[in-house]
């Protein structure tokens, strides 16, 4: 916020500041001894804003000004209608855990059931085949006794399932946990705001995304030979979603507060730290990219 100037008393700031307003212009006044301080909210704005004031300076009583009036309290209704809108659709992500209706969730629902089955089948005689039929790609052992990873070629010849299925894969116990955790809660604040339609997309897209992402990422790390797996990456990128759209249109009711903002990403960076063991960090990082540029598309 700056100053762009003073208006001498004997002038009504309210009529600059009104004509600003229907301008696009938002502005504060401080009235002092000698003049009401006019202060422009955004940087962008003050040369206009500035031009606007040179001329109100020139001819105060235009009949623009006394018109511009009517119109400013116009938009001022329309903001305090937005405001209230605002408030009132603002959610406490928390309190979705306790939200009734699964039948305003099913592919969220559907997607936590995937999950649990999947790591029940991990924990059984059937890991191996498990892990093989959803991994993103296949490590075989040749006669030698070396591993290779087939790369992209179970894929190219029809497997297309492995671009999306590594995202039911988890590994350990709190694995799993966190990501159905928010998987429940950013997954239905997505399909009871938009649609199971639109959540459907955003699952789809940022699987084949982070998921591509990840074993790219492996290539040029020289970590082809580990799997990787797990939810993380659609969970971030369904985050990243709601938090553009909940800038761009907070009446939608799918707001996050700026708290739970700083922790996705002080935990993505610990994550590239290297602090919380071996993650796949490029999944996350993938998936939220994406998860915002939907977001910001308005998808």
Same mark, same amino acid.
Request: charged residues 15%; aromatic residues 10%; glycine residues 8%.
């Given at each position: 916020? %700056? ?27 401080? *009235? ?28 105060? *009583? ?16 329309? $903001?305090?209608? &937005? ?13 979705? &855990?306790?939200?009734? /209706? ?42 030698? /006794? ?15 399932? %492995? ?23 950013? #997954? ?27 074993? =790219? ?6 970590? $082809?030979?580990?799997?990787? #797996?797990?939810?993380? /990456?659609?969970?971030?990128?369904? =985050? ?25 990403? =002080? ?7 290297? $602090?919380? /063991?071996?993650? $796949? ?5 993938? #998936?939220?990219?994406? #998860? ?8």
């Amino acid at each position: 916020m %700056r100053q762009i100037g003073t208006l001498p008393p004997t002038l009504d700031p309210r009529r600059l500041t009104d004509h600003l307003l229907t301008l696009g212009v938002t502005t504060k006044v401080d *009235h002092r001894p000698e003049g009401a301080a006019v202060w422009v909210h955004h940087e962008d704005q003050i040369p206009l804003a500035k031009q606007e004031l040179e001329q109100y300076l020139k001819d105060p *009583h235009d009949a623009r000004y006394q018109i511009a009036t009517q119109s400013a309290d116009s938009i001022r209704r329309e $903001a305090e209608r &937005l405001d209230r809108q605002y408030r009132k659709n603002v959610r406490d992500l928390s309190g979705q &855990l306790n939200s009734p /209706g699964l039948s305003r969730r099913p592919l969220t629902t559907t997607l936590i059931a995937i999950s649990v089955v999947v790591f029940l089948l991990q924990n059984s005689p059937y890991a191996a085949a498990t892990i093989n039929t959803l991994s993103f790609t296949l490590r075989v052992i040749d006669e030698l /006794g070396f591993r290779h990873s087939l790369g992209l070629l179970p894929i190219l010849h029809g497997e297309v399932w %492995r671009l999306i299925t590594p995202i039911f894969i988890h590994f350990d116990i709190l694995h799993i946990l966190f990501n159905m955790w928010w998987l429940w809660v950013l #997954g239905s604040l997505v399909e009871s705001r938009r649609s199971t339609k639109t959540l459907a997309a955003v699952v789809l897209i940022s699987a084949i995304a982070s998921n591509s992402g990840q074993f =790219f990422y492996d290539l040029q790390t020289n970590h $082809a030979l580990y799997n990787f #797996g797990g939810m993380s /990456g659609v969970v971030y990128a369904i =985050f990243g979603y709601v938090w553009m759209r909940g800038r761009q249109e907070p009446e939608l009711g799918m707001m996050i507060n700026y708290r739970t903002v700083q922790m996705m990403l =002080f935990w993505l960076v610990l994550c590239f730290s290297g $602090a919380v /063991g071996n993650v $796949a960090n490029a999944a996350h990082l993938v #998936g939220l990219v994406t #998860g915002m540029l939907l977001g910001l598309a308005r998808l």
